[in-house]
C-alpha cells in the first residue's frame, strides 16, 4: 500500500493540519489548499470550512480561521486516557458483560468524559437491532447546548438506524424545554418531567439488558444548575458558559458500564409513564 493511501487527503483534514501551527486568513487557507490540490476550486475549501465549523472543529473571527480551543482540548485529553482505557473497555470488554458484571471509569474533566461516553453510545448504538429503543435519563440535557452537533450526530445516527429514542430530561426550566425542538416526536422523543427521580448529578443511558451511567462532579453540576436558574433562552452566552465546564479540569466525574437485566426492566418501566414504547427488539450482542 502506498503511503499516500493510508492517510488522510480530505479538504477538512488538510486545512487542519494547515492551522496546527496557527491561524490563517480564508484566503491564505484557499492558496495553501490549491497548491496541495490543484484545480481545487474555491467554493470546495470554502465548503470544507463551514463543514468543519459546524463540527466545532474551527472558530472563525472575521477572516481568520483556527483550531477551536475546546476540539483541540478535547483531543488531547482524549489521547492522553485512552492508553489508560484500551485494556479495560475495548469493544470485546464491553460487549461482553455477562450478567451483573460492569466495568468503572473515573475522569477528570468533562472532556474527556464526553469522548469516551460518545465511544461506548455509539458502539452499543451499532450493536442493537433495527426497532429497539434506547432510554436516556437526563438531570438536564446540556450536552446538547454546549456541544450541540455531536449530540444531533447521535440522533441522527439512531434514525439512520431505525432505532427509536426516548429521552426523559428532569428538569422542566425555559432551556430544557428550548431543546425540545431537536426532537421530532416519533423516532426521537423527549418529556421534560419538572422533578428529579434521582440526584442531579446521575445520569442514565440503556440500551437493552446494557447500561451506561454516569456521576457528575457536584461542583459541576452546581455551575450547570446555576445557569439554568439563571436564563431563559439559549444564547452564546450560556454555550460559552457550559463549555467552560466542559473545559474545567479537577472534577471527579464517574461512569459505569453495566450489563443487568433487572435494572433494563425498572428503567424501561419508568419510561412507560411518559412515552409510548414500541415493542423491543433482541440485541445483536
Known amino acids: 500500500m502506498r503511503m499516500k493511501e493510508i492517510i488522510d487527503q480530505t479538504i477538512e483534514s488538510q486545512i487542519i493540519n494547515l492551522l496546527k501551527d496557527g491561524s ?9 489548499i490549491q497548491k496541495l490540490r490543484q484545480d481545487t476550486p474555491k467554493q470546495s475549501v470554502y465548503l470544507a470550512i463551514r463543514k468543519l465549523k459546524r463540527k466545532e ?19 488531547k485529553n482524549f489521547f492522553t486516557e485512552i492508553e489508560l482505557h484500551s485494556s479495560s473497555s475495548n469493544e470485546a470488554n464491553i460487549l461482553k458483560l455477562e450478567e451483573k458484571e460492569y466495568i468503572t471509569y473515573n475522569f477528570n474533566s468533562l472532556i474527556s468524559l464526553d469522548m469516551f461516553w460518545g465511544h461506548a453510545f455509539i458502539l ?33 445516527e ?3 438506524q431505525g432505532i427509536f429514542w426516548m429521552n426523559l430530561i428532569a428538569g422542566d426550566k425555559a432551556l430544557d424545554i428550548e431543546i425540545k425542538k431537536y426532537f421530532d416526536g416519533k423516532p426521537a422523543q423527549c418529556y421534560c418531567l419538572g422533578e428529579d427521580l434521582f440526584e442531579k448529578n446521575y445520569y ?5 439488558d446494557f447500561h451506561i451511567e454516569v ?13 439554568y436558574n439563571k436564563y431563559t433562552e439559549i444564547n452564546d452566552n450560556v454555550i460559552n458558559l457550559l463549555r467552560k ?8 466525574h464517574k461512569m459505569k458500564i ?28
Not at 59 to 71: D, I, N
Not at 215 to 227: N, P, Y
Not at 245 to 252: L, P, Q, S, T, V
Open 24 to 32: 490563517l486568513s480564508t484566503i491564505t487557507i484557499i492558496k495553501k
Open 57 to 75: 472543529i474551527i472558530a472563525l473571527s472575521g477572516k481568520m480561521v483556527s483550531l477551536h480551543q475546546v476540539w483541540i482540548i478535547k483531543m
Open 124 to 156: 452499543f448504538l451499532k450493536n442493537i437491532l433495527v426497532g429497539s429503543t434506547v432510554f436516556l435519563y437526563n438531570p438536564h440535557e446540556w450536552f446538547l447546548i454546549a456541544r450541540k452537533q455531536n449530540e444531533i450526530n447521535l440522533i441522527k
Open 158 to 160: 439512531a434514525k439512520k
Open 204 to 208: 442514565i443511558n440503556s440500551f437493552g
Open 215 to 227: 456521576w457528575l462532579d457536584k461542583r459541576a453540576v452546581e455551575e450547570i444548575e446555576k445557569i
Open 245 to 252: 465546564i466542559i473545559e474545567r479540569k479537577g472534577y471527579r
Open 258 to 285: 453495566s450489563k443487568n437485566a433487572i435494572k433494563a426492566k425498572k428503567i424501561k418501566n419508568l419510561f412507560k409513564k411518559y412515552f409510548f414504547i414500541p415493542n423491543s427488539k433482541i440485541q445483536k450482542y
